[in-house]
């Protein structure tokens, strides 16, 4: 059986290689043929190169002059060296980086492994060229990721947008932005600019509030946090019409539209800055592939739930590249299953299905207030049909957010009426690391009532303690 990865030194397709390798030394029937395909210079994935790890680099730095800045105990505000930033991030990025490329020249080593640093795309159902070969495999797994997002918006080709990427190599930041796009890429690098660069930041914020995935009170907290602690002015009910340049940076032509039946006439409104920056999302990376030689159409529902792909049965289509939860963990976790599913096809076996609890978290506030979620939402629990109790706690609740200067935030648990777990939210200091603990407690199903309730260190967990005893009593014995 000869499969081809495409993508190979991304997160996905490092992850189906690495399961098909296990599954055969696991099951000596198995006559496996693997070729890696990937032309990234230096290569490494998105998620090591431009994305989660660099962002949380430079995070970090802002992050010290920002709790600085709000603590009466401290005197003095640092600079961040931005040169100093970057090279950092650099050196670790590098680092990160060759560590996976070795990792899959390691597999490359083996017999019946083959890397070929070049591109590959479709020339036929099933037959792909790479470089000046061309190979007939029986199956192709794209796991070609993501690529930037550029909106169409009249003017924007004469403005030359900022984009996260070059954000993150800056060693120099705007004066003034004007920011299209606050999704969880928004979240994380807005407050950025206005912390290490000193930017004076807009955001243009199509609803209510930032942070569809979470109940509204998150959404409107985190909101308040922005606009109070980072002097960042968030335009809510806004949409972007055109954009010009002008001799001094650029002007973003908007229209706000408050809800309400009595709103009244849409405002027109302009705001200039220095830059505009688009964190406008990302869309698959499968231009160039040739996907129309195989009878593919990139769209809703092209990918089904096996990571196979609906009009060809022997492509599979994992991580970002298939628009389904653009995600470093369901990238690997959907490999995993893209692989096994392969070999149930070639044995003739019915294929199972990639199914995960909601595991997010946006490093939102330079990670001082992350928001984290696991498994149901209010507003999720309510369109599956579940019955469920939800408690809330504010941070400000437990003292020791006070002593580490931050008690601003909270956090709530929804139980089912039989008092099993089904979801965590939080926005508060740590409520990132606190989200395993919460994968653990959903996943498995547990009964909150089940939970133990003792005092333990690190403190900060002890919201959770105070979640589960609320919902406790709510539900009773």
Not at 286 to 292: A, I
Not at 385 to 414: C, M, N, W, Y
Not at 455 to 467: K, R, S
Request: overall charge negative; charged content about 25%; hydrophobic content about 40%.
């Amino acid at each position: 059986m000869h499969v081809l990865v495409i993508g190979a030194y991304g997160s996905a397709g490092v992850a189906t290689a690495g399961r098909l390798l296990d599954l055969a030394d696991d099951d000596p029937s198995v006559d496996l043929e693997l070729t890696l395909v990937d032309d990234g210079e230096p290569g490494g994935g998105l998620c090591i190169l431009d994305g989660c790890m660099p962002s949380k680099e430079v995070l970090s730095a802002a992050a010290h002059r920002f709790q600085v800045r709000h603590d009466d105990r401290v005197r003095g505000v640092p600079e961040v060296d931005l040169d100093a930033v970057v090279a950092t991030k650099d050196e670790h990025v590098a680092e990160f980086a060759a560590h996976r490329r070795a990792t899959v020249h390691r597999m490359a080593e083996r017999e019946n492994v083959e890397f070929l640093h070049d591109r590959g795309r479709f020339v036929g159902e099933r037959r792909v060229r790479v470089g000046d070969r061309e190979f007939d495999p029986d199956y192709v797994v794209v796991a070609t990721g993501s690529a930037l997002n550029l909106p169409e918006l009249p003017g924007i080709d004469e403005v030359d947008p900022m984009s996260s990427s070059e954000i993150l190599d800056a060693t120099s930041l705007p004066e003034s932005v004007v920011i299209m796009g606050f999704g969880y890429v928004g979240l994380e690098l807005a407050p950025y600019l206005a912390e290490a660069g000193g930017t004076d930041v807009t955001v243009v914020e199509h609803d209510a509030r930032p942070l569809d995935e979470a109940d509204p009170a998150f959404g409107d907290v985190l909101l308040d946090l922005y606009r109070e602690a980072f002097g960042i002015e968030v335009l809510t009910h806004t949409y972007e019409r055109s954009v010009e340049a002008t001799d001094d940076g650029v002007r973003l032509h908007l229209e706000r539209s408050p809800p309400g039946d009595d709103a009244g006439v849409p405002e027109d409104l302009t705001v200039e800055a220095d830059r505009l920056v688009t964190f406008t999302g990302r869309r698959p990376n499968v231009d160039g592939l040739g996907l129309e030689r195989t009878g593919l159409s990139p769209g809703e529902g092209w990918v089904e739930d096996t990571m196979r792909a609906a009009d060809a049965e022997h492509v599979f289509v994992v991580g970002d590249a298939n628009g389904r939860e653009p995600i470093l963990h369901v990238a690997k976790e959907q490999g995993h299953r893209a692989a096994e599913n392969v070999l149930r096809h070639a044995r003739g076996d019915p294929l199972e299905p990639y199914e995960n609890v909601h595991h997010h978290v946006v490093f939102s506030g330079l990670s001082v207030y992350p928001y984290a979620r696991v498994g149901h939402s209010e507003a999720s629990a309510r369109e599956a049909g579940i019955d469920f109790e939800s408690v809330t706690r504010q941070a400000s609740d437990d003292g020791v957010f006070a002593t580490k200067t931050h008690p601003e935030g909270l956090a709530s648990l929804l139980v089912g009426t039989d008092g099993t777990v089904l979801g965590y939210q939080g926005l508060h200091y740590h409520a990132d690391v606190m989200a395993k603990t919460m994968q653990v407690v959903v996943e498995r199903g547990m009964d909150v009532r089940a939970l133990p309730d003792r005092a333990y260190h690190p403190t900060t967990p002890e919201i959770l303690d105070g979640l589960f005893r609320d919902a406790a009593a709510v539900i009773g014995n």
